[in-house]
């Protein structure tokens, strides 16, 4: 099973910028789907966005033409590219993939904090 690893979070302050980036440990050419999802404190884990093998995104209506995700394959890399944060950003980001029906384990996460 393909681990994936997250990294890029930090505090930053809102109308700023982060790039996260999820990392493979191996091929991630056969993940059907990859998304990035996060968890605010009190709150339930949400999608955020989610990229298909052939590059296909999607995204949660509140990230909308704030965030884009891509995926590399030749790098088994995944990134979230999140501009113009608002504080209500502030959650663990955590990225997740599919092969066919099965889902992987959820790893650590990133923090990602957002003062206003």
């Known amino acids: 099973q393909v681990q994936l690893v997250e990294s890029g979070g930090g505090l930053v302050q809102a109308g700023g910028s982060l790039r996260l980036s999820c990392a493979a440990s191996?091929?991630?050419?056969?993940?059907?789907?990859m998304g990035w999802y996060r968890q605010a404190p009190g709150k339930q884990r949400e999608l955020v966005a989610g990229?298909?093998?052939?590059?296909?995104?999607n995204y949660a209506d509140s990230v909308k033409g704030r965030f884009t995700i891509s995926r590399d394959n030749a790098k088994n890399m995944m990134y979230l590219q999140m501009n113009s944060l608002k504080p209500e950003d502030t959650a663990v980001y955590y990225c997740?993939?599919?092969?066919?029906?099965?889902?992987?384990?959820w790893g650590q996460g990133t923090q990602v904090t957002v003062s206003s």
């Open positions: 997740r993939g599919r092969i066919g029906p099965s889902w992987g384990s």
């Open positions: 191996g091929s991630i050419f056969s993940i059907n789907y």
């Open positions: 990229i298909t093998s052939g590059g296909k995104p």
